[in-house]
């Protein structure tokens, strides 16, 4: 029940188990957690368009980047459970992704290297640490890694809704319709520009595969492919047919083999197939566009448009790479052609939006679960000022001895972080409570709930998420702690895992009232 077992196990949920989704502060409050994407095919996710952070920071819903344990990488994937695995080979991929959630029930895709490929871990950690820094809503955000003994992993947000391959490949009775492929391409080169902006241009072994779509249907851009899949090792595992001529004379990735794999990813979208870069350019030569392009699409679709994209296809596939358009030349061909902005991409695609919405609570509600339910922290901190000390009864047993000068002035910074809470001078409070708690003579729930609900008052989700899980850690069986936990989830965007908080702490407070400890 609940979150906070890796915090109950005295382990930072901040930088472990990735419990929160911003920037990593280094003194007493804030934190950091994680999230996933795929490998060779894999899957990953969150929203669309624009830069959301960088520097590690996390924005939008993403968290911060951070190392993970291997134990609690262990715990989310179920033991790497064959069940669990997610790269498009299964168990034949050389470096595997397994799906896996973590005790904070955010969704994650957790890269497995195979033993020897990083033997040096700062290495590994260096060039992890150098992809954690990116944050854009074009990509599945790499959010943390492990070096753990001979144990190398990636961590990445989730992308629900499968590869850019799955969908043109392998679902028959479906088509991706026009305006979408153009989406798909545009989406991508905004991806790929990003990242070279940011000082990180080469990706390794573009294709149909690194292309997951979120919970909205967006198309997102593995982070995986960021990094080679061994220090030493190969950068394309696809056919030969594919690969960059210069690669094949040299064994290099240079940003313009990138553009000349992007070429690639477009004669996918158009054709619909998997059709080697030679075998186009023959059909684009001699002008046989209309036996390059997806029969599924039965015609419906733009010859103007099409055409500009088979240029562009051209142009990225040429064999001197000095002729290949750069990232900013993608963007700038493709933008022109987005004419269904307002359609959601889960529409265009014709899957179901992956809803969070609350359920309702399966049982009534309490006037604080009431306020919970409807996020109305002003209600909240009535009836947090009402409710005063009186569930901290039996939470700690003091000697005589520990009554010291230390403990008068703990009681007196929490005593001015209460009179602060009731004056909602809610910053004052964050700093009073927390020199009372980093005391640690005393453990207080209701300190730990009170700082939660000024940190959702400061605007600083995470870091209330984490106290709330410290008062259940407490007091396990306290709804409030339960009540603020759904508080911060559901600021957090994670609605589901909000509404099942939220009937915990129903359920635990029904179970209060028929003889539980009083209220």
Known sequence: MGCCQSLCRGENPLSKDGAQPLQLSQNHHGGATAASGLDNGGIGGVGAGGVVGGGGGGGGGIPSFSEFSFADLKAATNNFSSDNIVSESGEKAPNLVYKGRLQNRRWIAVKKFTKMAWPDPKQFAEEAWGVGKLR??????????????????????????????????????????????LRVGYYIAEALDYCSTEGRPLYHDLNAYRVLFDEDGDPRLSCFGLMKNSRDGKSYSTNLAYTPPEYLRNGRVTPESVTYSFGTVLLDLLSGKHIPPSHALDMIRGKNINMLMDSHLEGKFSTEEA?????LASQCLQYEPRERPNTKDLVATLAPLQTKADVPSYVMLGIKKHEEAPSTPQRPLSPLGEACSRMDLTAIHQILVMTHYRDDEGT??????????????????????????????????????????????????????????????????????????????????WPTAFYMQSVALAKLNMNTDAADMLNEAAQLEEKRQRGGKGS
């Open 307 to 311: 055409t500009v994209v088979v240029e």
């Open 396 to 477: 700690n047993e003091l000697s005589f001895q520990e009554w010291t000068q230390q403990m008068k002035d703990m009681l007196d910074a929490r005593k001015r972080g209460d009179q602060s809470f009731r004056e909602k001078d809610f910053k004052t409070a964050i700093d009073c409570y927390s020199q009372f708690i980093d005391v640690g003579t005393m453990v207080s729930p209701t300190v730990f709930g009170r700082r939660s609900l000024c940190y959702l008052l400061c605007d600083q989700p995470d870091a209330a998420l984490r106290d709330a899980m410290q008062a259940q850690c407490v007091y396990p069986d």
């Open 136 to 181: 854009h809503n074009r990509l599945a955000n790499l959010i943390g890694y492990c070096c753990d003994g001979d144990e190398r992993l990636l961590v990445a947000e989730f992308m629900p809704n499968d590869t850019l391959a799955k969908h043109l490949f392998h679902w028959e009775n479906q088509t991706i319709e026009w305006a979408m492929r």
